[in-house]
């Protein structure tokens, strides 16, 4: 069963229009950690934020936004006025404590901005 | 202050062939792991290393696969006999021990091409 589900395999905004990311993970462990990472065309991951089971606390920086709710077991993301370097594919992922110190990656959302 | 280096970045190889990609950590960063990525996917974990013991592999380490880190230092991933579903994009990533999930920074990967 896959870990993390991306459902949105690509999404296409125009410059400036506010985009979120969906993502869900599934898990039974009760210490976890999630992450979102960009990766460009260049291909090299680019790590964007790190968020443990028992932070539930939104987090904002700069454009980006994260929205956890284990209730529903999400972790979405949010870009705000979106611009055409935000074109990439963003993963989430998630690590469990208690299954080693491996990454369990969705399969990706691609974000194509259009100026 | 430089990241995960991997060389070559590009390897085109025939069936049946050998290959070794190399892989140098931040240097501050005890922890190593390597990752394959085919087209459309997230990345899947392969194998992980604390300094030079190789603590965990994923079932889909093949006996043709092989990855060391003899100094703790850099890390090689080889591949022996290469087949056409090896073609594939091979990350690696390090990380620190400092905190139990630390988050996992990525080199520009090795694409290969088996022919």
């Known amino acids: 069963a896959q870990k993390v589900t991306q459902a949105q395999t690509e999404i296409s905004v125009v410059e400036k229009e506010d985009v979120t990311l969906d993502c869900v993970y599934e898990?039974?462990?009760?210490?976890?950690?999630l992450f979102w990472y960009k990766q460009p065309p260049s291909g090299e991951l680019v790590f964007l934020i790190r968020?443990?089971?028992?932070?539930?606390q939104n987090e904002i920086s700069g454009r980006y936004s994260w929205n956890f709710q284990k209730s529903t077991s999400s972790f979405n993301f949010t870009i705000t006025a979106s611009q055409v370097v935000d074109s990439a594919v963003y993963f989430c992922?998630?690590?469990?404590?208690?299954?080693?110190?491996?990454?369990?990656f969705g399969t990706g959302t691609s974000l194509t901005v259009i100026p | 202050d430089t990241g995960v280096s991997q060389d070559p970045r590009h390897k085109i190889t025939k069936r049946g062939q050998n290959v070794t990609f190399r892989c140098d950590p931040i240097?501050?960063?005890?922890?190593l792991y390597w990752y394959r990525q085919t087209l459309g996917q997230g990345p899947e974990f392969l194998t992980y290393?604390?300094?030079?013991?190789?603590?965990?592999k994923s079932r889909l380490l093949s006996d043709r696969f092989s990855a060391e880190r003899p100094k703790g230092s850099f890390s090689t991933l080889e591949i022996q006999r290469t087949e056409q579903g090896d073609s594939a994009m091979y990350l690696c990533?390090?990380?620190?021990?400092?905190?139990?999930?630390?988050?996992?920074?990525f080199g520009p990967g090795t694409r290969l091409l088996v022919l």
């Open positions: 990533a390090s990380s620190p021990t400092s905190g139990s999930r630390g988050t996992q920074y």
């Open positions: 898990t039974r462990d009760t210490t976890y950690y």
């Open positions: 968020r443990n089971s028992f932070d539930e």
């Open positions: 992922a998630l690590s469990e404590a208690n299954t080693g110190n491996q990454f369990y």
């Open positions: 240097s501050e960063h005890n922890r």
């Open positions: 290393f604390q300094n030079e013991a190789q603590l965990e």
